[in-house]
């Protein structure tokens, strides 16, 4: 699979998993700086998909973890650009290892964000699973409803 189909293949996750929730949302022309458009609340909301295959080591303090990485704020060609203010209203981040699916406020993304693999788990300061807070968390962590009660 290559990177436009793996993208191609993330938009359509995206859009079966809003049109399952009961929201109107279907892809949009070529060209344009979001992948689909949204309609909730009597809103049409602009929507980019960032689509990764599967987790990747990256280095910590002690050891490698496995996480996903997504480059949210970078766009064209080699990602060379950045999404300018108003180009899009919503993110969707895809893993499609096991087509799990986030959503995050244009306004709470950073360039580079890290998400656990669903089975996964990191400890802070030290201490073990018993109520310890995660330090990143994981994609399917960022509900739909709450972006858009947030952003509404």
């Known amino acids: 699979m290559n990177d ?3 993208g191609k293949a993330g938009e359509y996750l995206v859009c079966a998993d809003l049109i399952l929730k009961g929201y109107i949302a279907f892809p949009s022309e070529q060209g344009l700086p979001f992948d689909i458009v949204l309609s909730a609340n009597g809103n049409l909301y602009k929507m980019q998909v960032k689509t990764t295959r599967k987790p990747q080591s990256v280095p910590q303090r002690v050891k490698r973890t ?6 949210i704020r970078r766009c064209g060609k080699g990602g060379r650009q950045s999404y300018a203010e108003g180009d899009v209203d919503i993110f969707a981040v895809v893993a499609l290892d096991t087509r799990t699916i986030g959503y995050l406020s244009a306004k709470d993304v950073k360039q580079t964000m890290f998400f656990l693999p669903e089975n996964g788990f990191i400890a802070v300061n030290g201490k073990g699973k018993g109520g310890t807070r995660l330090s990143a968390k994981k994609i399917s962590d960022y509900k739909i409803e709450e972006v858009l009660n947030d952003i509404s």
């Open 4 to 6: 436009l189909q793996a």
């Open 66 to 71: 496995d996480k996903y990485i997504f480059h």
